[in-house]
């Protein structure tokens, strides 16, 4: 049985019986700082009209028609159109055609046949009749305009930001490498990792290390990473055992490198031992699960939570703080931290968890970095205040320049 | 060269994925998209040396029947029976009824849910410890976490002459002292961030390497 379906145009239907003028001025421009896939379409709406169809075409004026975009409101008066989803295997034509077609109660309607899987012939047969309706404009040309670099305020600002950390971080690594002391100002949390460590060991338990439940790419698991082979290192040292608990396998991957590297630079190879970094299952409450019967079952003396968390924080935390281990924890996730705050006993805030690598290292060259981000931060401080004053008094320049336009 | 390849890797990926913030050129962007691509199927490889792990780790305490050896064998079992359930059931595993389903729908999620659940009760303990007046910070937070949370039920707002103006109170809380914070917690950990990504890309930082 083929039946036959109403769909779309119909929900645009009104009591209007006489045929929906054009839209007027129909405009189509690549919008600025652009991926090359988009145009820019605005035009002034008709005022009897029941809504909006745009239709393309990537072959001339005259068609064939694709349905670009709608229904829109009947007020619309711009809109956005991609010319391609997937620029790999279908990349942007050079020139496209644009037409915009004023929808009434004498509109053709889409009739799909229900059993075909894209009723593609009777899409193209009613784009067809849409532009040949009385609602119809004349066809206007776009040209996507790819940019080559966006230059846009915000943008340059924020490659001047990056090129300005960069560029203090060089010259304070010179100036570290020349002996000019680095201070870095005492972090409690970071100064517990050691005493955590060294807890451990006169009580003959191991070290839990736990670095967040989020992939590789992210920083702060990266960020872990980098604390990860410094707290290694210390174990190693100290002769105890860490356990590294992780929720995706990559990170287990790389966490097994960097406990391995830790062991050969603390000078104890033989004392690594694999199975000791554990991937225990990347279902988010599996492995909180998992990581709770390691906290209860192996008794760790210490437990270090640094990385990216989220609801898994508190029950981690808690089942440690049942356990009785020292607990330093460390996110830039701000819907945790008041957890990690109120169940370990150190909470690295925010920038200080990127900020113990350097730390622990004492590595001039890492400690510069820290430097260079502060007078970063400085600058960004002084143009909060100039902003917030700017716009007490009427300017927004600063927020212009702080905006980030374009794909 | 074990480490200056990585480096140098490091130094040319990470500077091409910087660049795809500031040419929105298409051309660019779809190579982004492949390196993205081959990372996703690098994880997806990983999964296979997870799986591997976890023998690894459980197997032979099962084998010396050491201290709860019993769960191991458990997780190790269903690990496996969902595993070839899966693979039995194939691309229709989550839509037509199969043991792989019944396995989702009557063992994980009811589990999942119960881990979750336990957040109440962890909450509430977190909170009366964290909730000590032991000094003006700790006394500060219980006198705001007490006004926000009357404010935040029904009744609060009927309480007789403060009733009218505890979500006022409430909302200045959250509005400007919270959102103040957070917002600072956000640019410093974001500068953090650009920090360490730097030191990773320009190769200052090292650790993550892996031994020599």
């Known amino acids: 049985m083929t039946a036959r379906l109403l769909i779309a145009a119909l929900l645009l239907i009104s009591s209007a019986a006489r045929a929906a003028a054009p839209a007027t001025g129909l405009e189509v421009s690549a919008p600025p700082y652009n991926d090359g896939l988009n145009l820019d379409l605005s035009w002034t709406p008709p005022a009897d009209t029941t809504g909006l169809m745009v239709l393309r075409s990537d072959q001339g004026p005259d068609g064939p028609w694709t349905v670009a975009a709608g229904p829109l409101p009947a007020g619309a008066s711009s809109t956005t159109d991609k010319v391609t989803t997937d620029p790999r295997g279908s990349p942007p034509k050079a020139l496209y055609w644009y037409r915009l077609v004023s929808l009434d ?151 097994d490198e960097v406990v391995k590297a830790g062991y050969y630079q603390a000078g104890y190879p033989d004392a690594y031992d694999p199975r000791n970094t554990r991937f225990l299952s990347s279902e988010q409450f599996a492995f909180t699960a998992g990581t709770n019967g390691i906290i209860l079952r192996e008794k760790p003396a210490t437990n ?18 049942v356990n009785r281990s020292i607990q330093i924890a460390g996110t830039a996730e701000a819907t945790q931290l008041p957890f990690f705050v109120a169940a370990c006993d150190y909470t690295l805030i925010g920038e200080e968890l990127f900020a113990v690598s350097a730390y622990l290292s004492r590595d001039p060259r890492l400690v510069s970095s820290l430097k260079a981000s502060d007078y970063v931060k400085v600058f960004l401080v002084v143009s ?24 | 060269m074990k480490r200056s390849l990585p480096l140098i890797i490091t130094f040319l990926i990470g500077m091409f994925m910087i660049g795809e913030f500031f040419i929105p050129h298409y051309r660019y962007r779809v190579w982004t ?106 006394a500060l937070l219980l006198g705001a976490a007490i006004l926000v949370m009357i404010a935040r039920v029904p009744a609060g707002e009927s309480l007789p002459v403060v009733g009218e103006y505890l979500p006022k109170v409430m909302n200045w809380i959250m509005d400007v002292p919270n959102i103040a914070a957070r917002r600072a917690i956000f640019i410093g950990a974001a500068l953090g961030a650009v920090a360490t990504g730097l ?10 390497l892996g031994a020599d």
């Open chain 2, 33 to 138: 998209a492949e390196f993205l691509e081959w990372g996703l199927i690098l994880a997806a490889a990983a999964f296979v040396l997870g799986f591997v792990n976890l023998i690894q780790v459980n197997a032979p305490k099962v084998a010396r029947r050491d201290a709860d050896w019993g769960y191991k064998l458990i997780m190790l079992v269903v690990m496996i029976v969902t595993m070839v359930a899966g693979f039995i059931a194939g691309e229709e595993r989550s839509r037509v009824d199969n043991l792989y389903k019944w396995v989702y729908d009557f063992v994980f999620v009811p589990l999942n849910a119960t881990m979750f659940a336990l957040l109440a009760f962890y909450i509430s303990s977190a909170a009366f410890r964290a909730f000590r007046a032991r000094n003006l910070e700790a």
């Open chain 1, 105 to 255: 109660s004498d509109s053709p309607l889409l009739i799909l046949d229900e059993e075909a899987e894209d009723d593609a012939p009777a899409k193209a047969a009613w784009a067809a009749q849409l532009a040949a309706s009385q609602g119809a404009t004349a066809s206007v040309e776009g040209r996507p305009q790819a940019a080559l670099f966006n230059t846009s305020l915000g943008h340059m600002l924020l490659l001047g930001l990056i090129l300005g950390v960069g560029g203090l971080m060089l010259w304070f690594t010179d100036q570290a490498r020349k002996g000019a002391p680095m201070f870095i100002r005492r972090i409690p949390g970071i100064d517990a990792i050691e005493e955590g460590i060294g807890r451990a060991t006169e009580m003959g338990k191991p070290v839990l290390y736990v670095p967040g439940i989020d992939e590789l790419q992210d920083i702060q698991t990266i960020a872990s990473m980098l604390i990860l082979g410094q707290v290694s290192k210390t174990v190693a040292e100290y002769q105890t055992d860490i356990i590294v608990s992780c929720c995706i396998p990559m990170v287990r991957e790389v966490a």
């Open chain 1, 304 to 321: 270090i939570y640094l990385g990216r968390f989220f609801a898994e924080a508190l029950i981690l935390a808690e089942t440690g703080y």
């Open chain 2, 199 to 208: 030191r990773v890309i320009l190769g200052l930082e090292r650790s993550h």
């Open chain 1, 384 to 407: 909060l205040v100039v902003g917030t004053v700017a716009m007490s008094l009427g300017s927004d320049i600063v927020v212009r320049l702080f905006t980030i336009t374009g794909g």
